[in-house]
């Protein structure tokens, strides 16, 4: 007994060390991957603004927007776009980061809108989104944003099972306006998404369709089938078969598929998903995952390139015309130009040993991608301060599941410290939850200037559709 709990012992001290040297050694230790900089302070900043400023204005928790460095990440992608020369439309997903202040900085430069509810379909138009620039995806589509989306007459509505055909038709009038229809593929056949490929539903939805094409037009086939990919070797994979399918279709029905969208999941380098084997060791011993790698990520142009040779060769192969390509990246658009800024309320030193933070922003309300995913982190008001110990990093939420992260290497903490977990641009600000608080407020800064894009929750608004 006493052996197994030294090996025990061993074994986590050698887990934790090596873990402490990755977290050393990290190539994410330099604010500029972010747009930001140390100012003569010492403080983080983004670009004018102090971040302990912004703290001090705005309250913590805080989602802080750099708005150039949204401008950067959009215009990398037009320009990947652009570079390919190849019909293209990309769309932004909105689930990835719903806030409409941020929207509109997304459509202000032309992109389009991906949307998988009534609500989001609501607010693409709210916002003036181009109808001919919204795709509706998802598995749980009402009635309601079924004949918004008609009546729009978006540029598809992307089925998820073979049932939405008579729905879709059902809802239609007669008249010369076709209804746009995708068929999201599924190629996963232990996956919940999409119309099952290898079993021929897919193909069966698709010839569906067409016997209905006085009202509907089979105008994309869909897939998304990754998520924060560092190259474009899976987006190929799917994108061939893809081809393969609508050449099927076209052959025997002489039907020409137009549009081909391949999704999200285009990756950044700042962040990664835990492997299974990662994510097991975490929850079991606590052991932070390595940071990634930023020579594992290929540059999006070059990805973009490779799936764009890829359907290309499969087009040759198969006959087919090339189609339109649509893309409907989240995270790559918006990952990197937000931040969560999250005040220390207290440290605890428990006598296992264990040294526990406790902050106002944990994984049950506001950072949940930080279960599954290495997010970088600072100490907005000391940056440059050397890593000594080992901490968890805690929730306000009172379950022992609450955390941020857990073992992660800092400096020697006080209660004047701010911890900045960056990356929160991608599923954090739309994941955020008012279990027991209220959800942050997100500012955006541009050179001096901040604008408030969303007010924190008031209490007022967290029971404004309860009956008291
Ligand atoms: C979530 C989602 C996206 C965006 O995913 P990212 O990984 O953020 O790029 C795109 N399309 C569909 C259908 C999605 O569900």
Redesign the pocket.
């Given at each position: 007994m006493l052996g197994t709990e030294i090996l025990k012992k061993v074994v986590l001290n050698r887990l934790m060390t090596r873990s402490k040297h990755h977290q050393l050694q990290s190539d994410l230790r330099d604010l500029g991957l972010w747009g930001l900089n140390t100012n003569a302070l010492g403080h983080m900043a983004v670009q004018d603004v102090d971040v302990v400023d912004l703290m001090a204005a705005y309250g913590s928790p805080l989602f802080v927007v750099n708005q150039q460095r949204l401008e950067v990440d959009i215009g990398n992608a037009l320009s990947a776009l652009k570079g390919l020369n190849a019909e293209t439309e990309l769309?932004y997903?909105y689930?990835?980061n719903c806030t409409p202040g941020i929207l509109k900085e997304i459509h202000k430069h032309g992109v389009g809108a991906?949307v998988?509810s009534h609500y989001e379909l609501w607010l693409a138009a709210r916002l003036n989104v181009p109808p001919d620039r919204i795709v509706f995806?998802?598995v749980n589509k009402t009635e309601e944003s079924l004949k918004m989306a008609i009546d729009m007459n978006i540029l598809s509505i992307?089925i998820d099972q073979h049932s939405e055909i008579d729905r879709i038709y059902r809802l239609s009038k007669p008249g010369n306006r076709k209804i746009g229809i995708g068929v999201?593929l599924g190629f996963n056949e232990c996956s919940q998404?999409g119309v099952e490929v290898a079993s021929g539903e897919a193909m069966r939805a698709c010839n569906d369709i067409l016997k209905l094409s006085d009202r509907l037009e089979l105008r994309c086939i869909?897939f998304?089938v990754?998520?924060?990919?560092k190259d474009g070797k899976t987006h190929k994979k799917y994108a061939q078969m893809a081809i393969e399918l609508m050449s099927q279709i076209e052959r025997s029905t002489g039907h020409y598929t137009p549009c081909l969208d391949i999704?999200?999941?285009?990756?950044v380098p700042t962040t990664k998903n835990m492997s299974s084997y990662e994510y097991g060791l975490y929850r079991v011993t606590g052991c932070l995952p390595k940071p990634p790698k930023l020579s594992d990520y290929q540059p999006l142009d070059r990805s973009l390139n490779e799936i764009l040779t890829g359907i290309d060769e499969a087009c040759s192969r198969f006959n087919y015309k090339r189609p339109k390509l649509i893309l409907?990246?989240?995270?790559?658009?918006t990952?990197r130009s937000q931040m969560l800024l999250t005040r220390i309320n207290a440290i605890k030193q428990k006598s296992c040993g264990t040294k526990f933070v406790i902050t106002d922003a944990g994984r049950l309300s506001t950072t949940f991608p930080c279960d599954f995913e290495y997010h970088e982190s600072f100490l907005a008001n000391r940056p440059e301060a050397a890593p000594e110990q080992l901490y968890h990093i805690m929730g306000r939420i009172c379950t022992s599941a609450d955390w941020l992260m857990k073992n992660r290497f800092l400096p020697l903490l006080d209660d004047r410290d701010i911890i900045a977990v960056m990356d929160a641009g991608?599923?954090f600000s739309s994941y955020s939850s008012n279990f027991a608080f209220q959800r942050p407020a997100i500012v955006m800064v541009n050179g001096n200037d901040v604008t408030v894009l969303r007010d924190e929750e008031t209490f007022e608004h967290i029971t404004a559709m309860d009956c008291i």
């Open positions: 769309l997903s689930k990835t991906e998988i995806n998802g992307n999201r998404f869909h998304n990754t998520s924060n990919a999704g999200g999941g285009f990756g409907e990246p989240g995270r790559l658009i990952s991608a599923y």
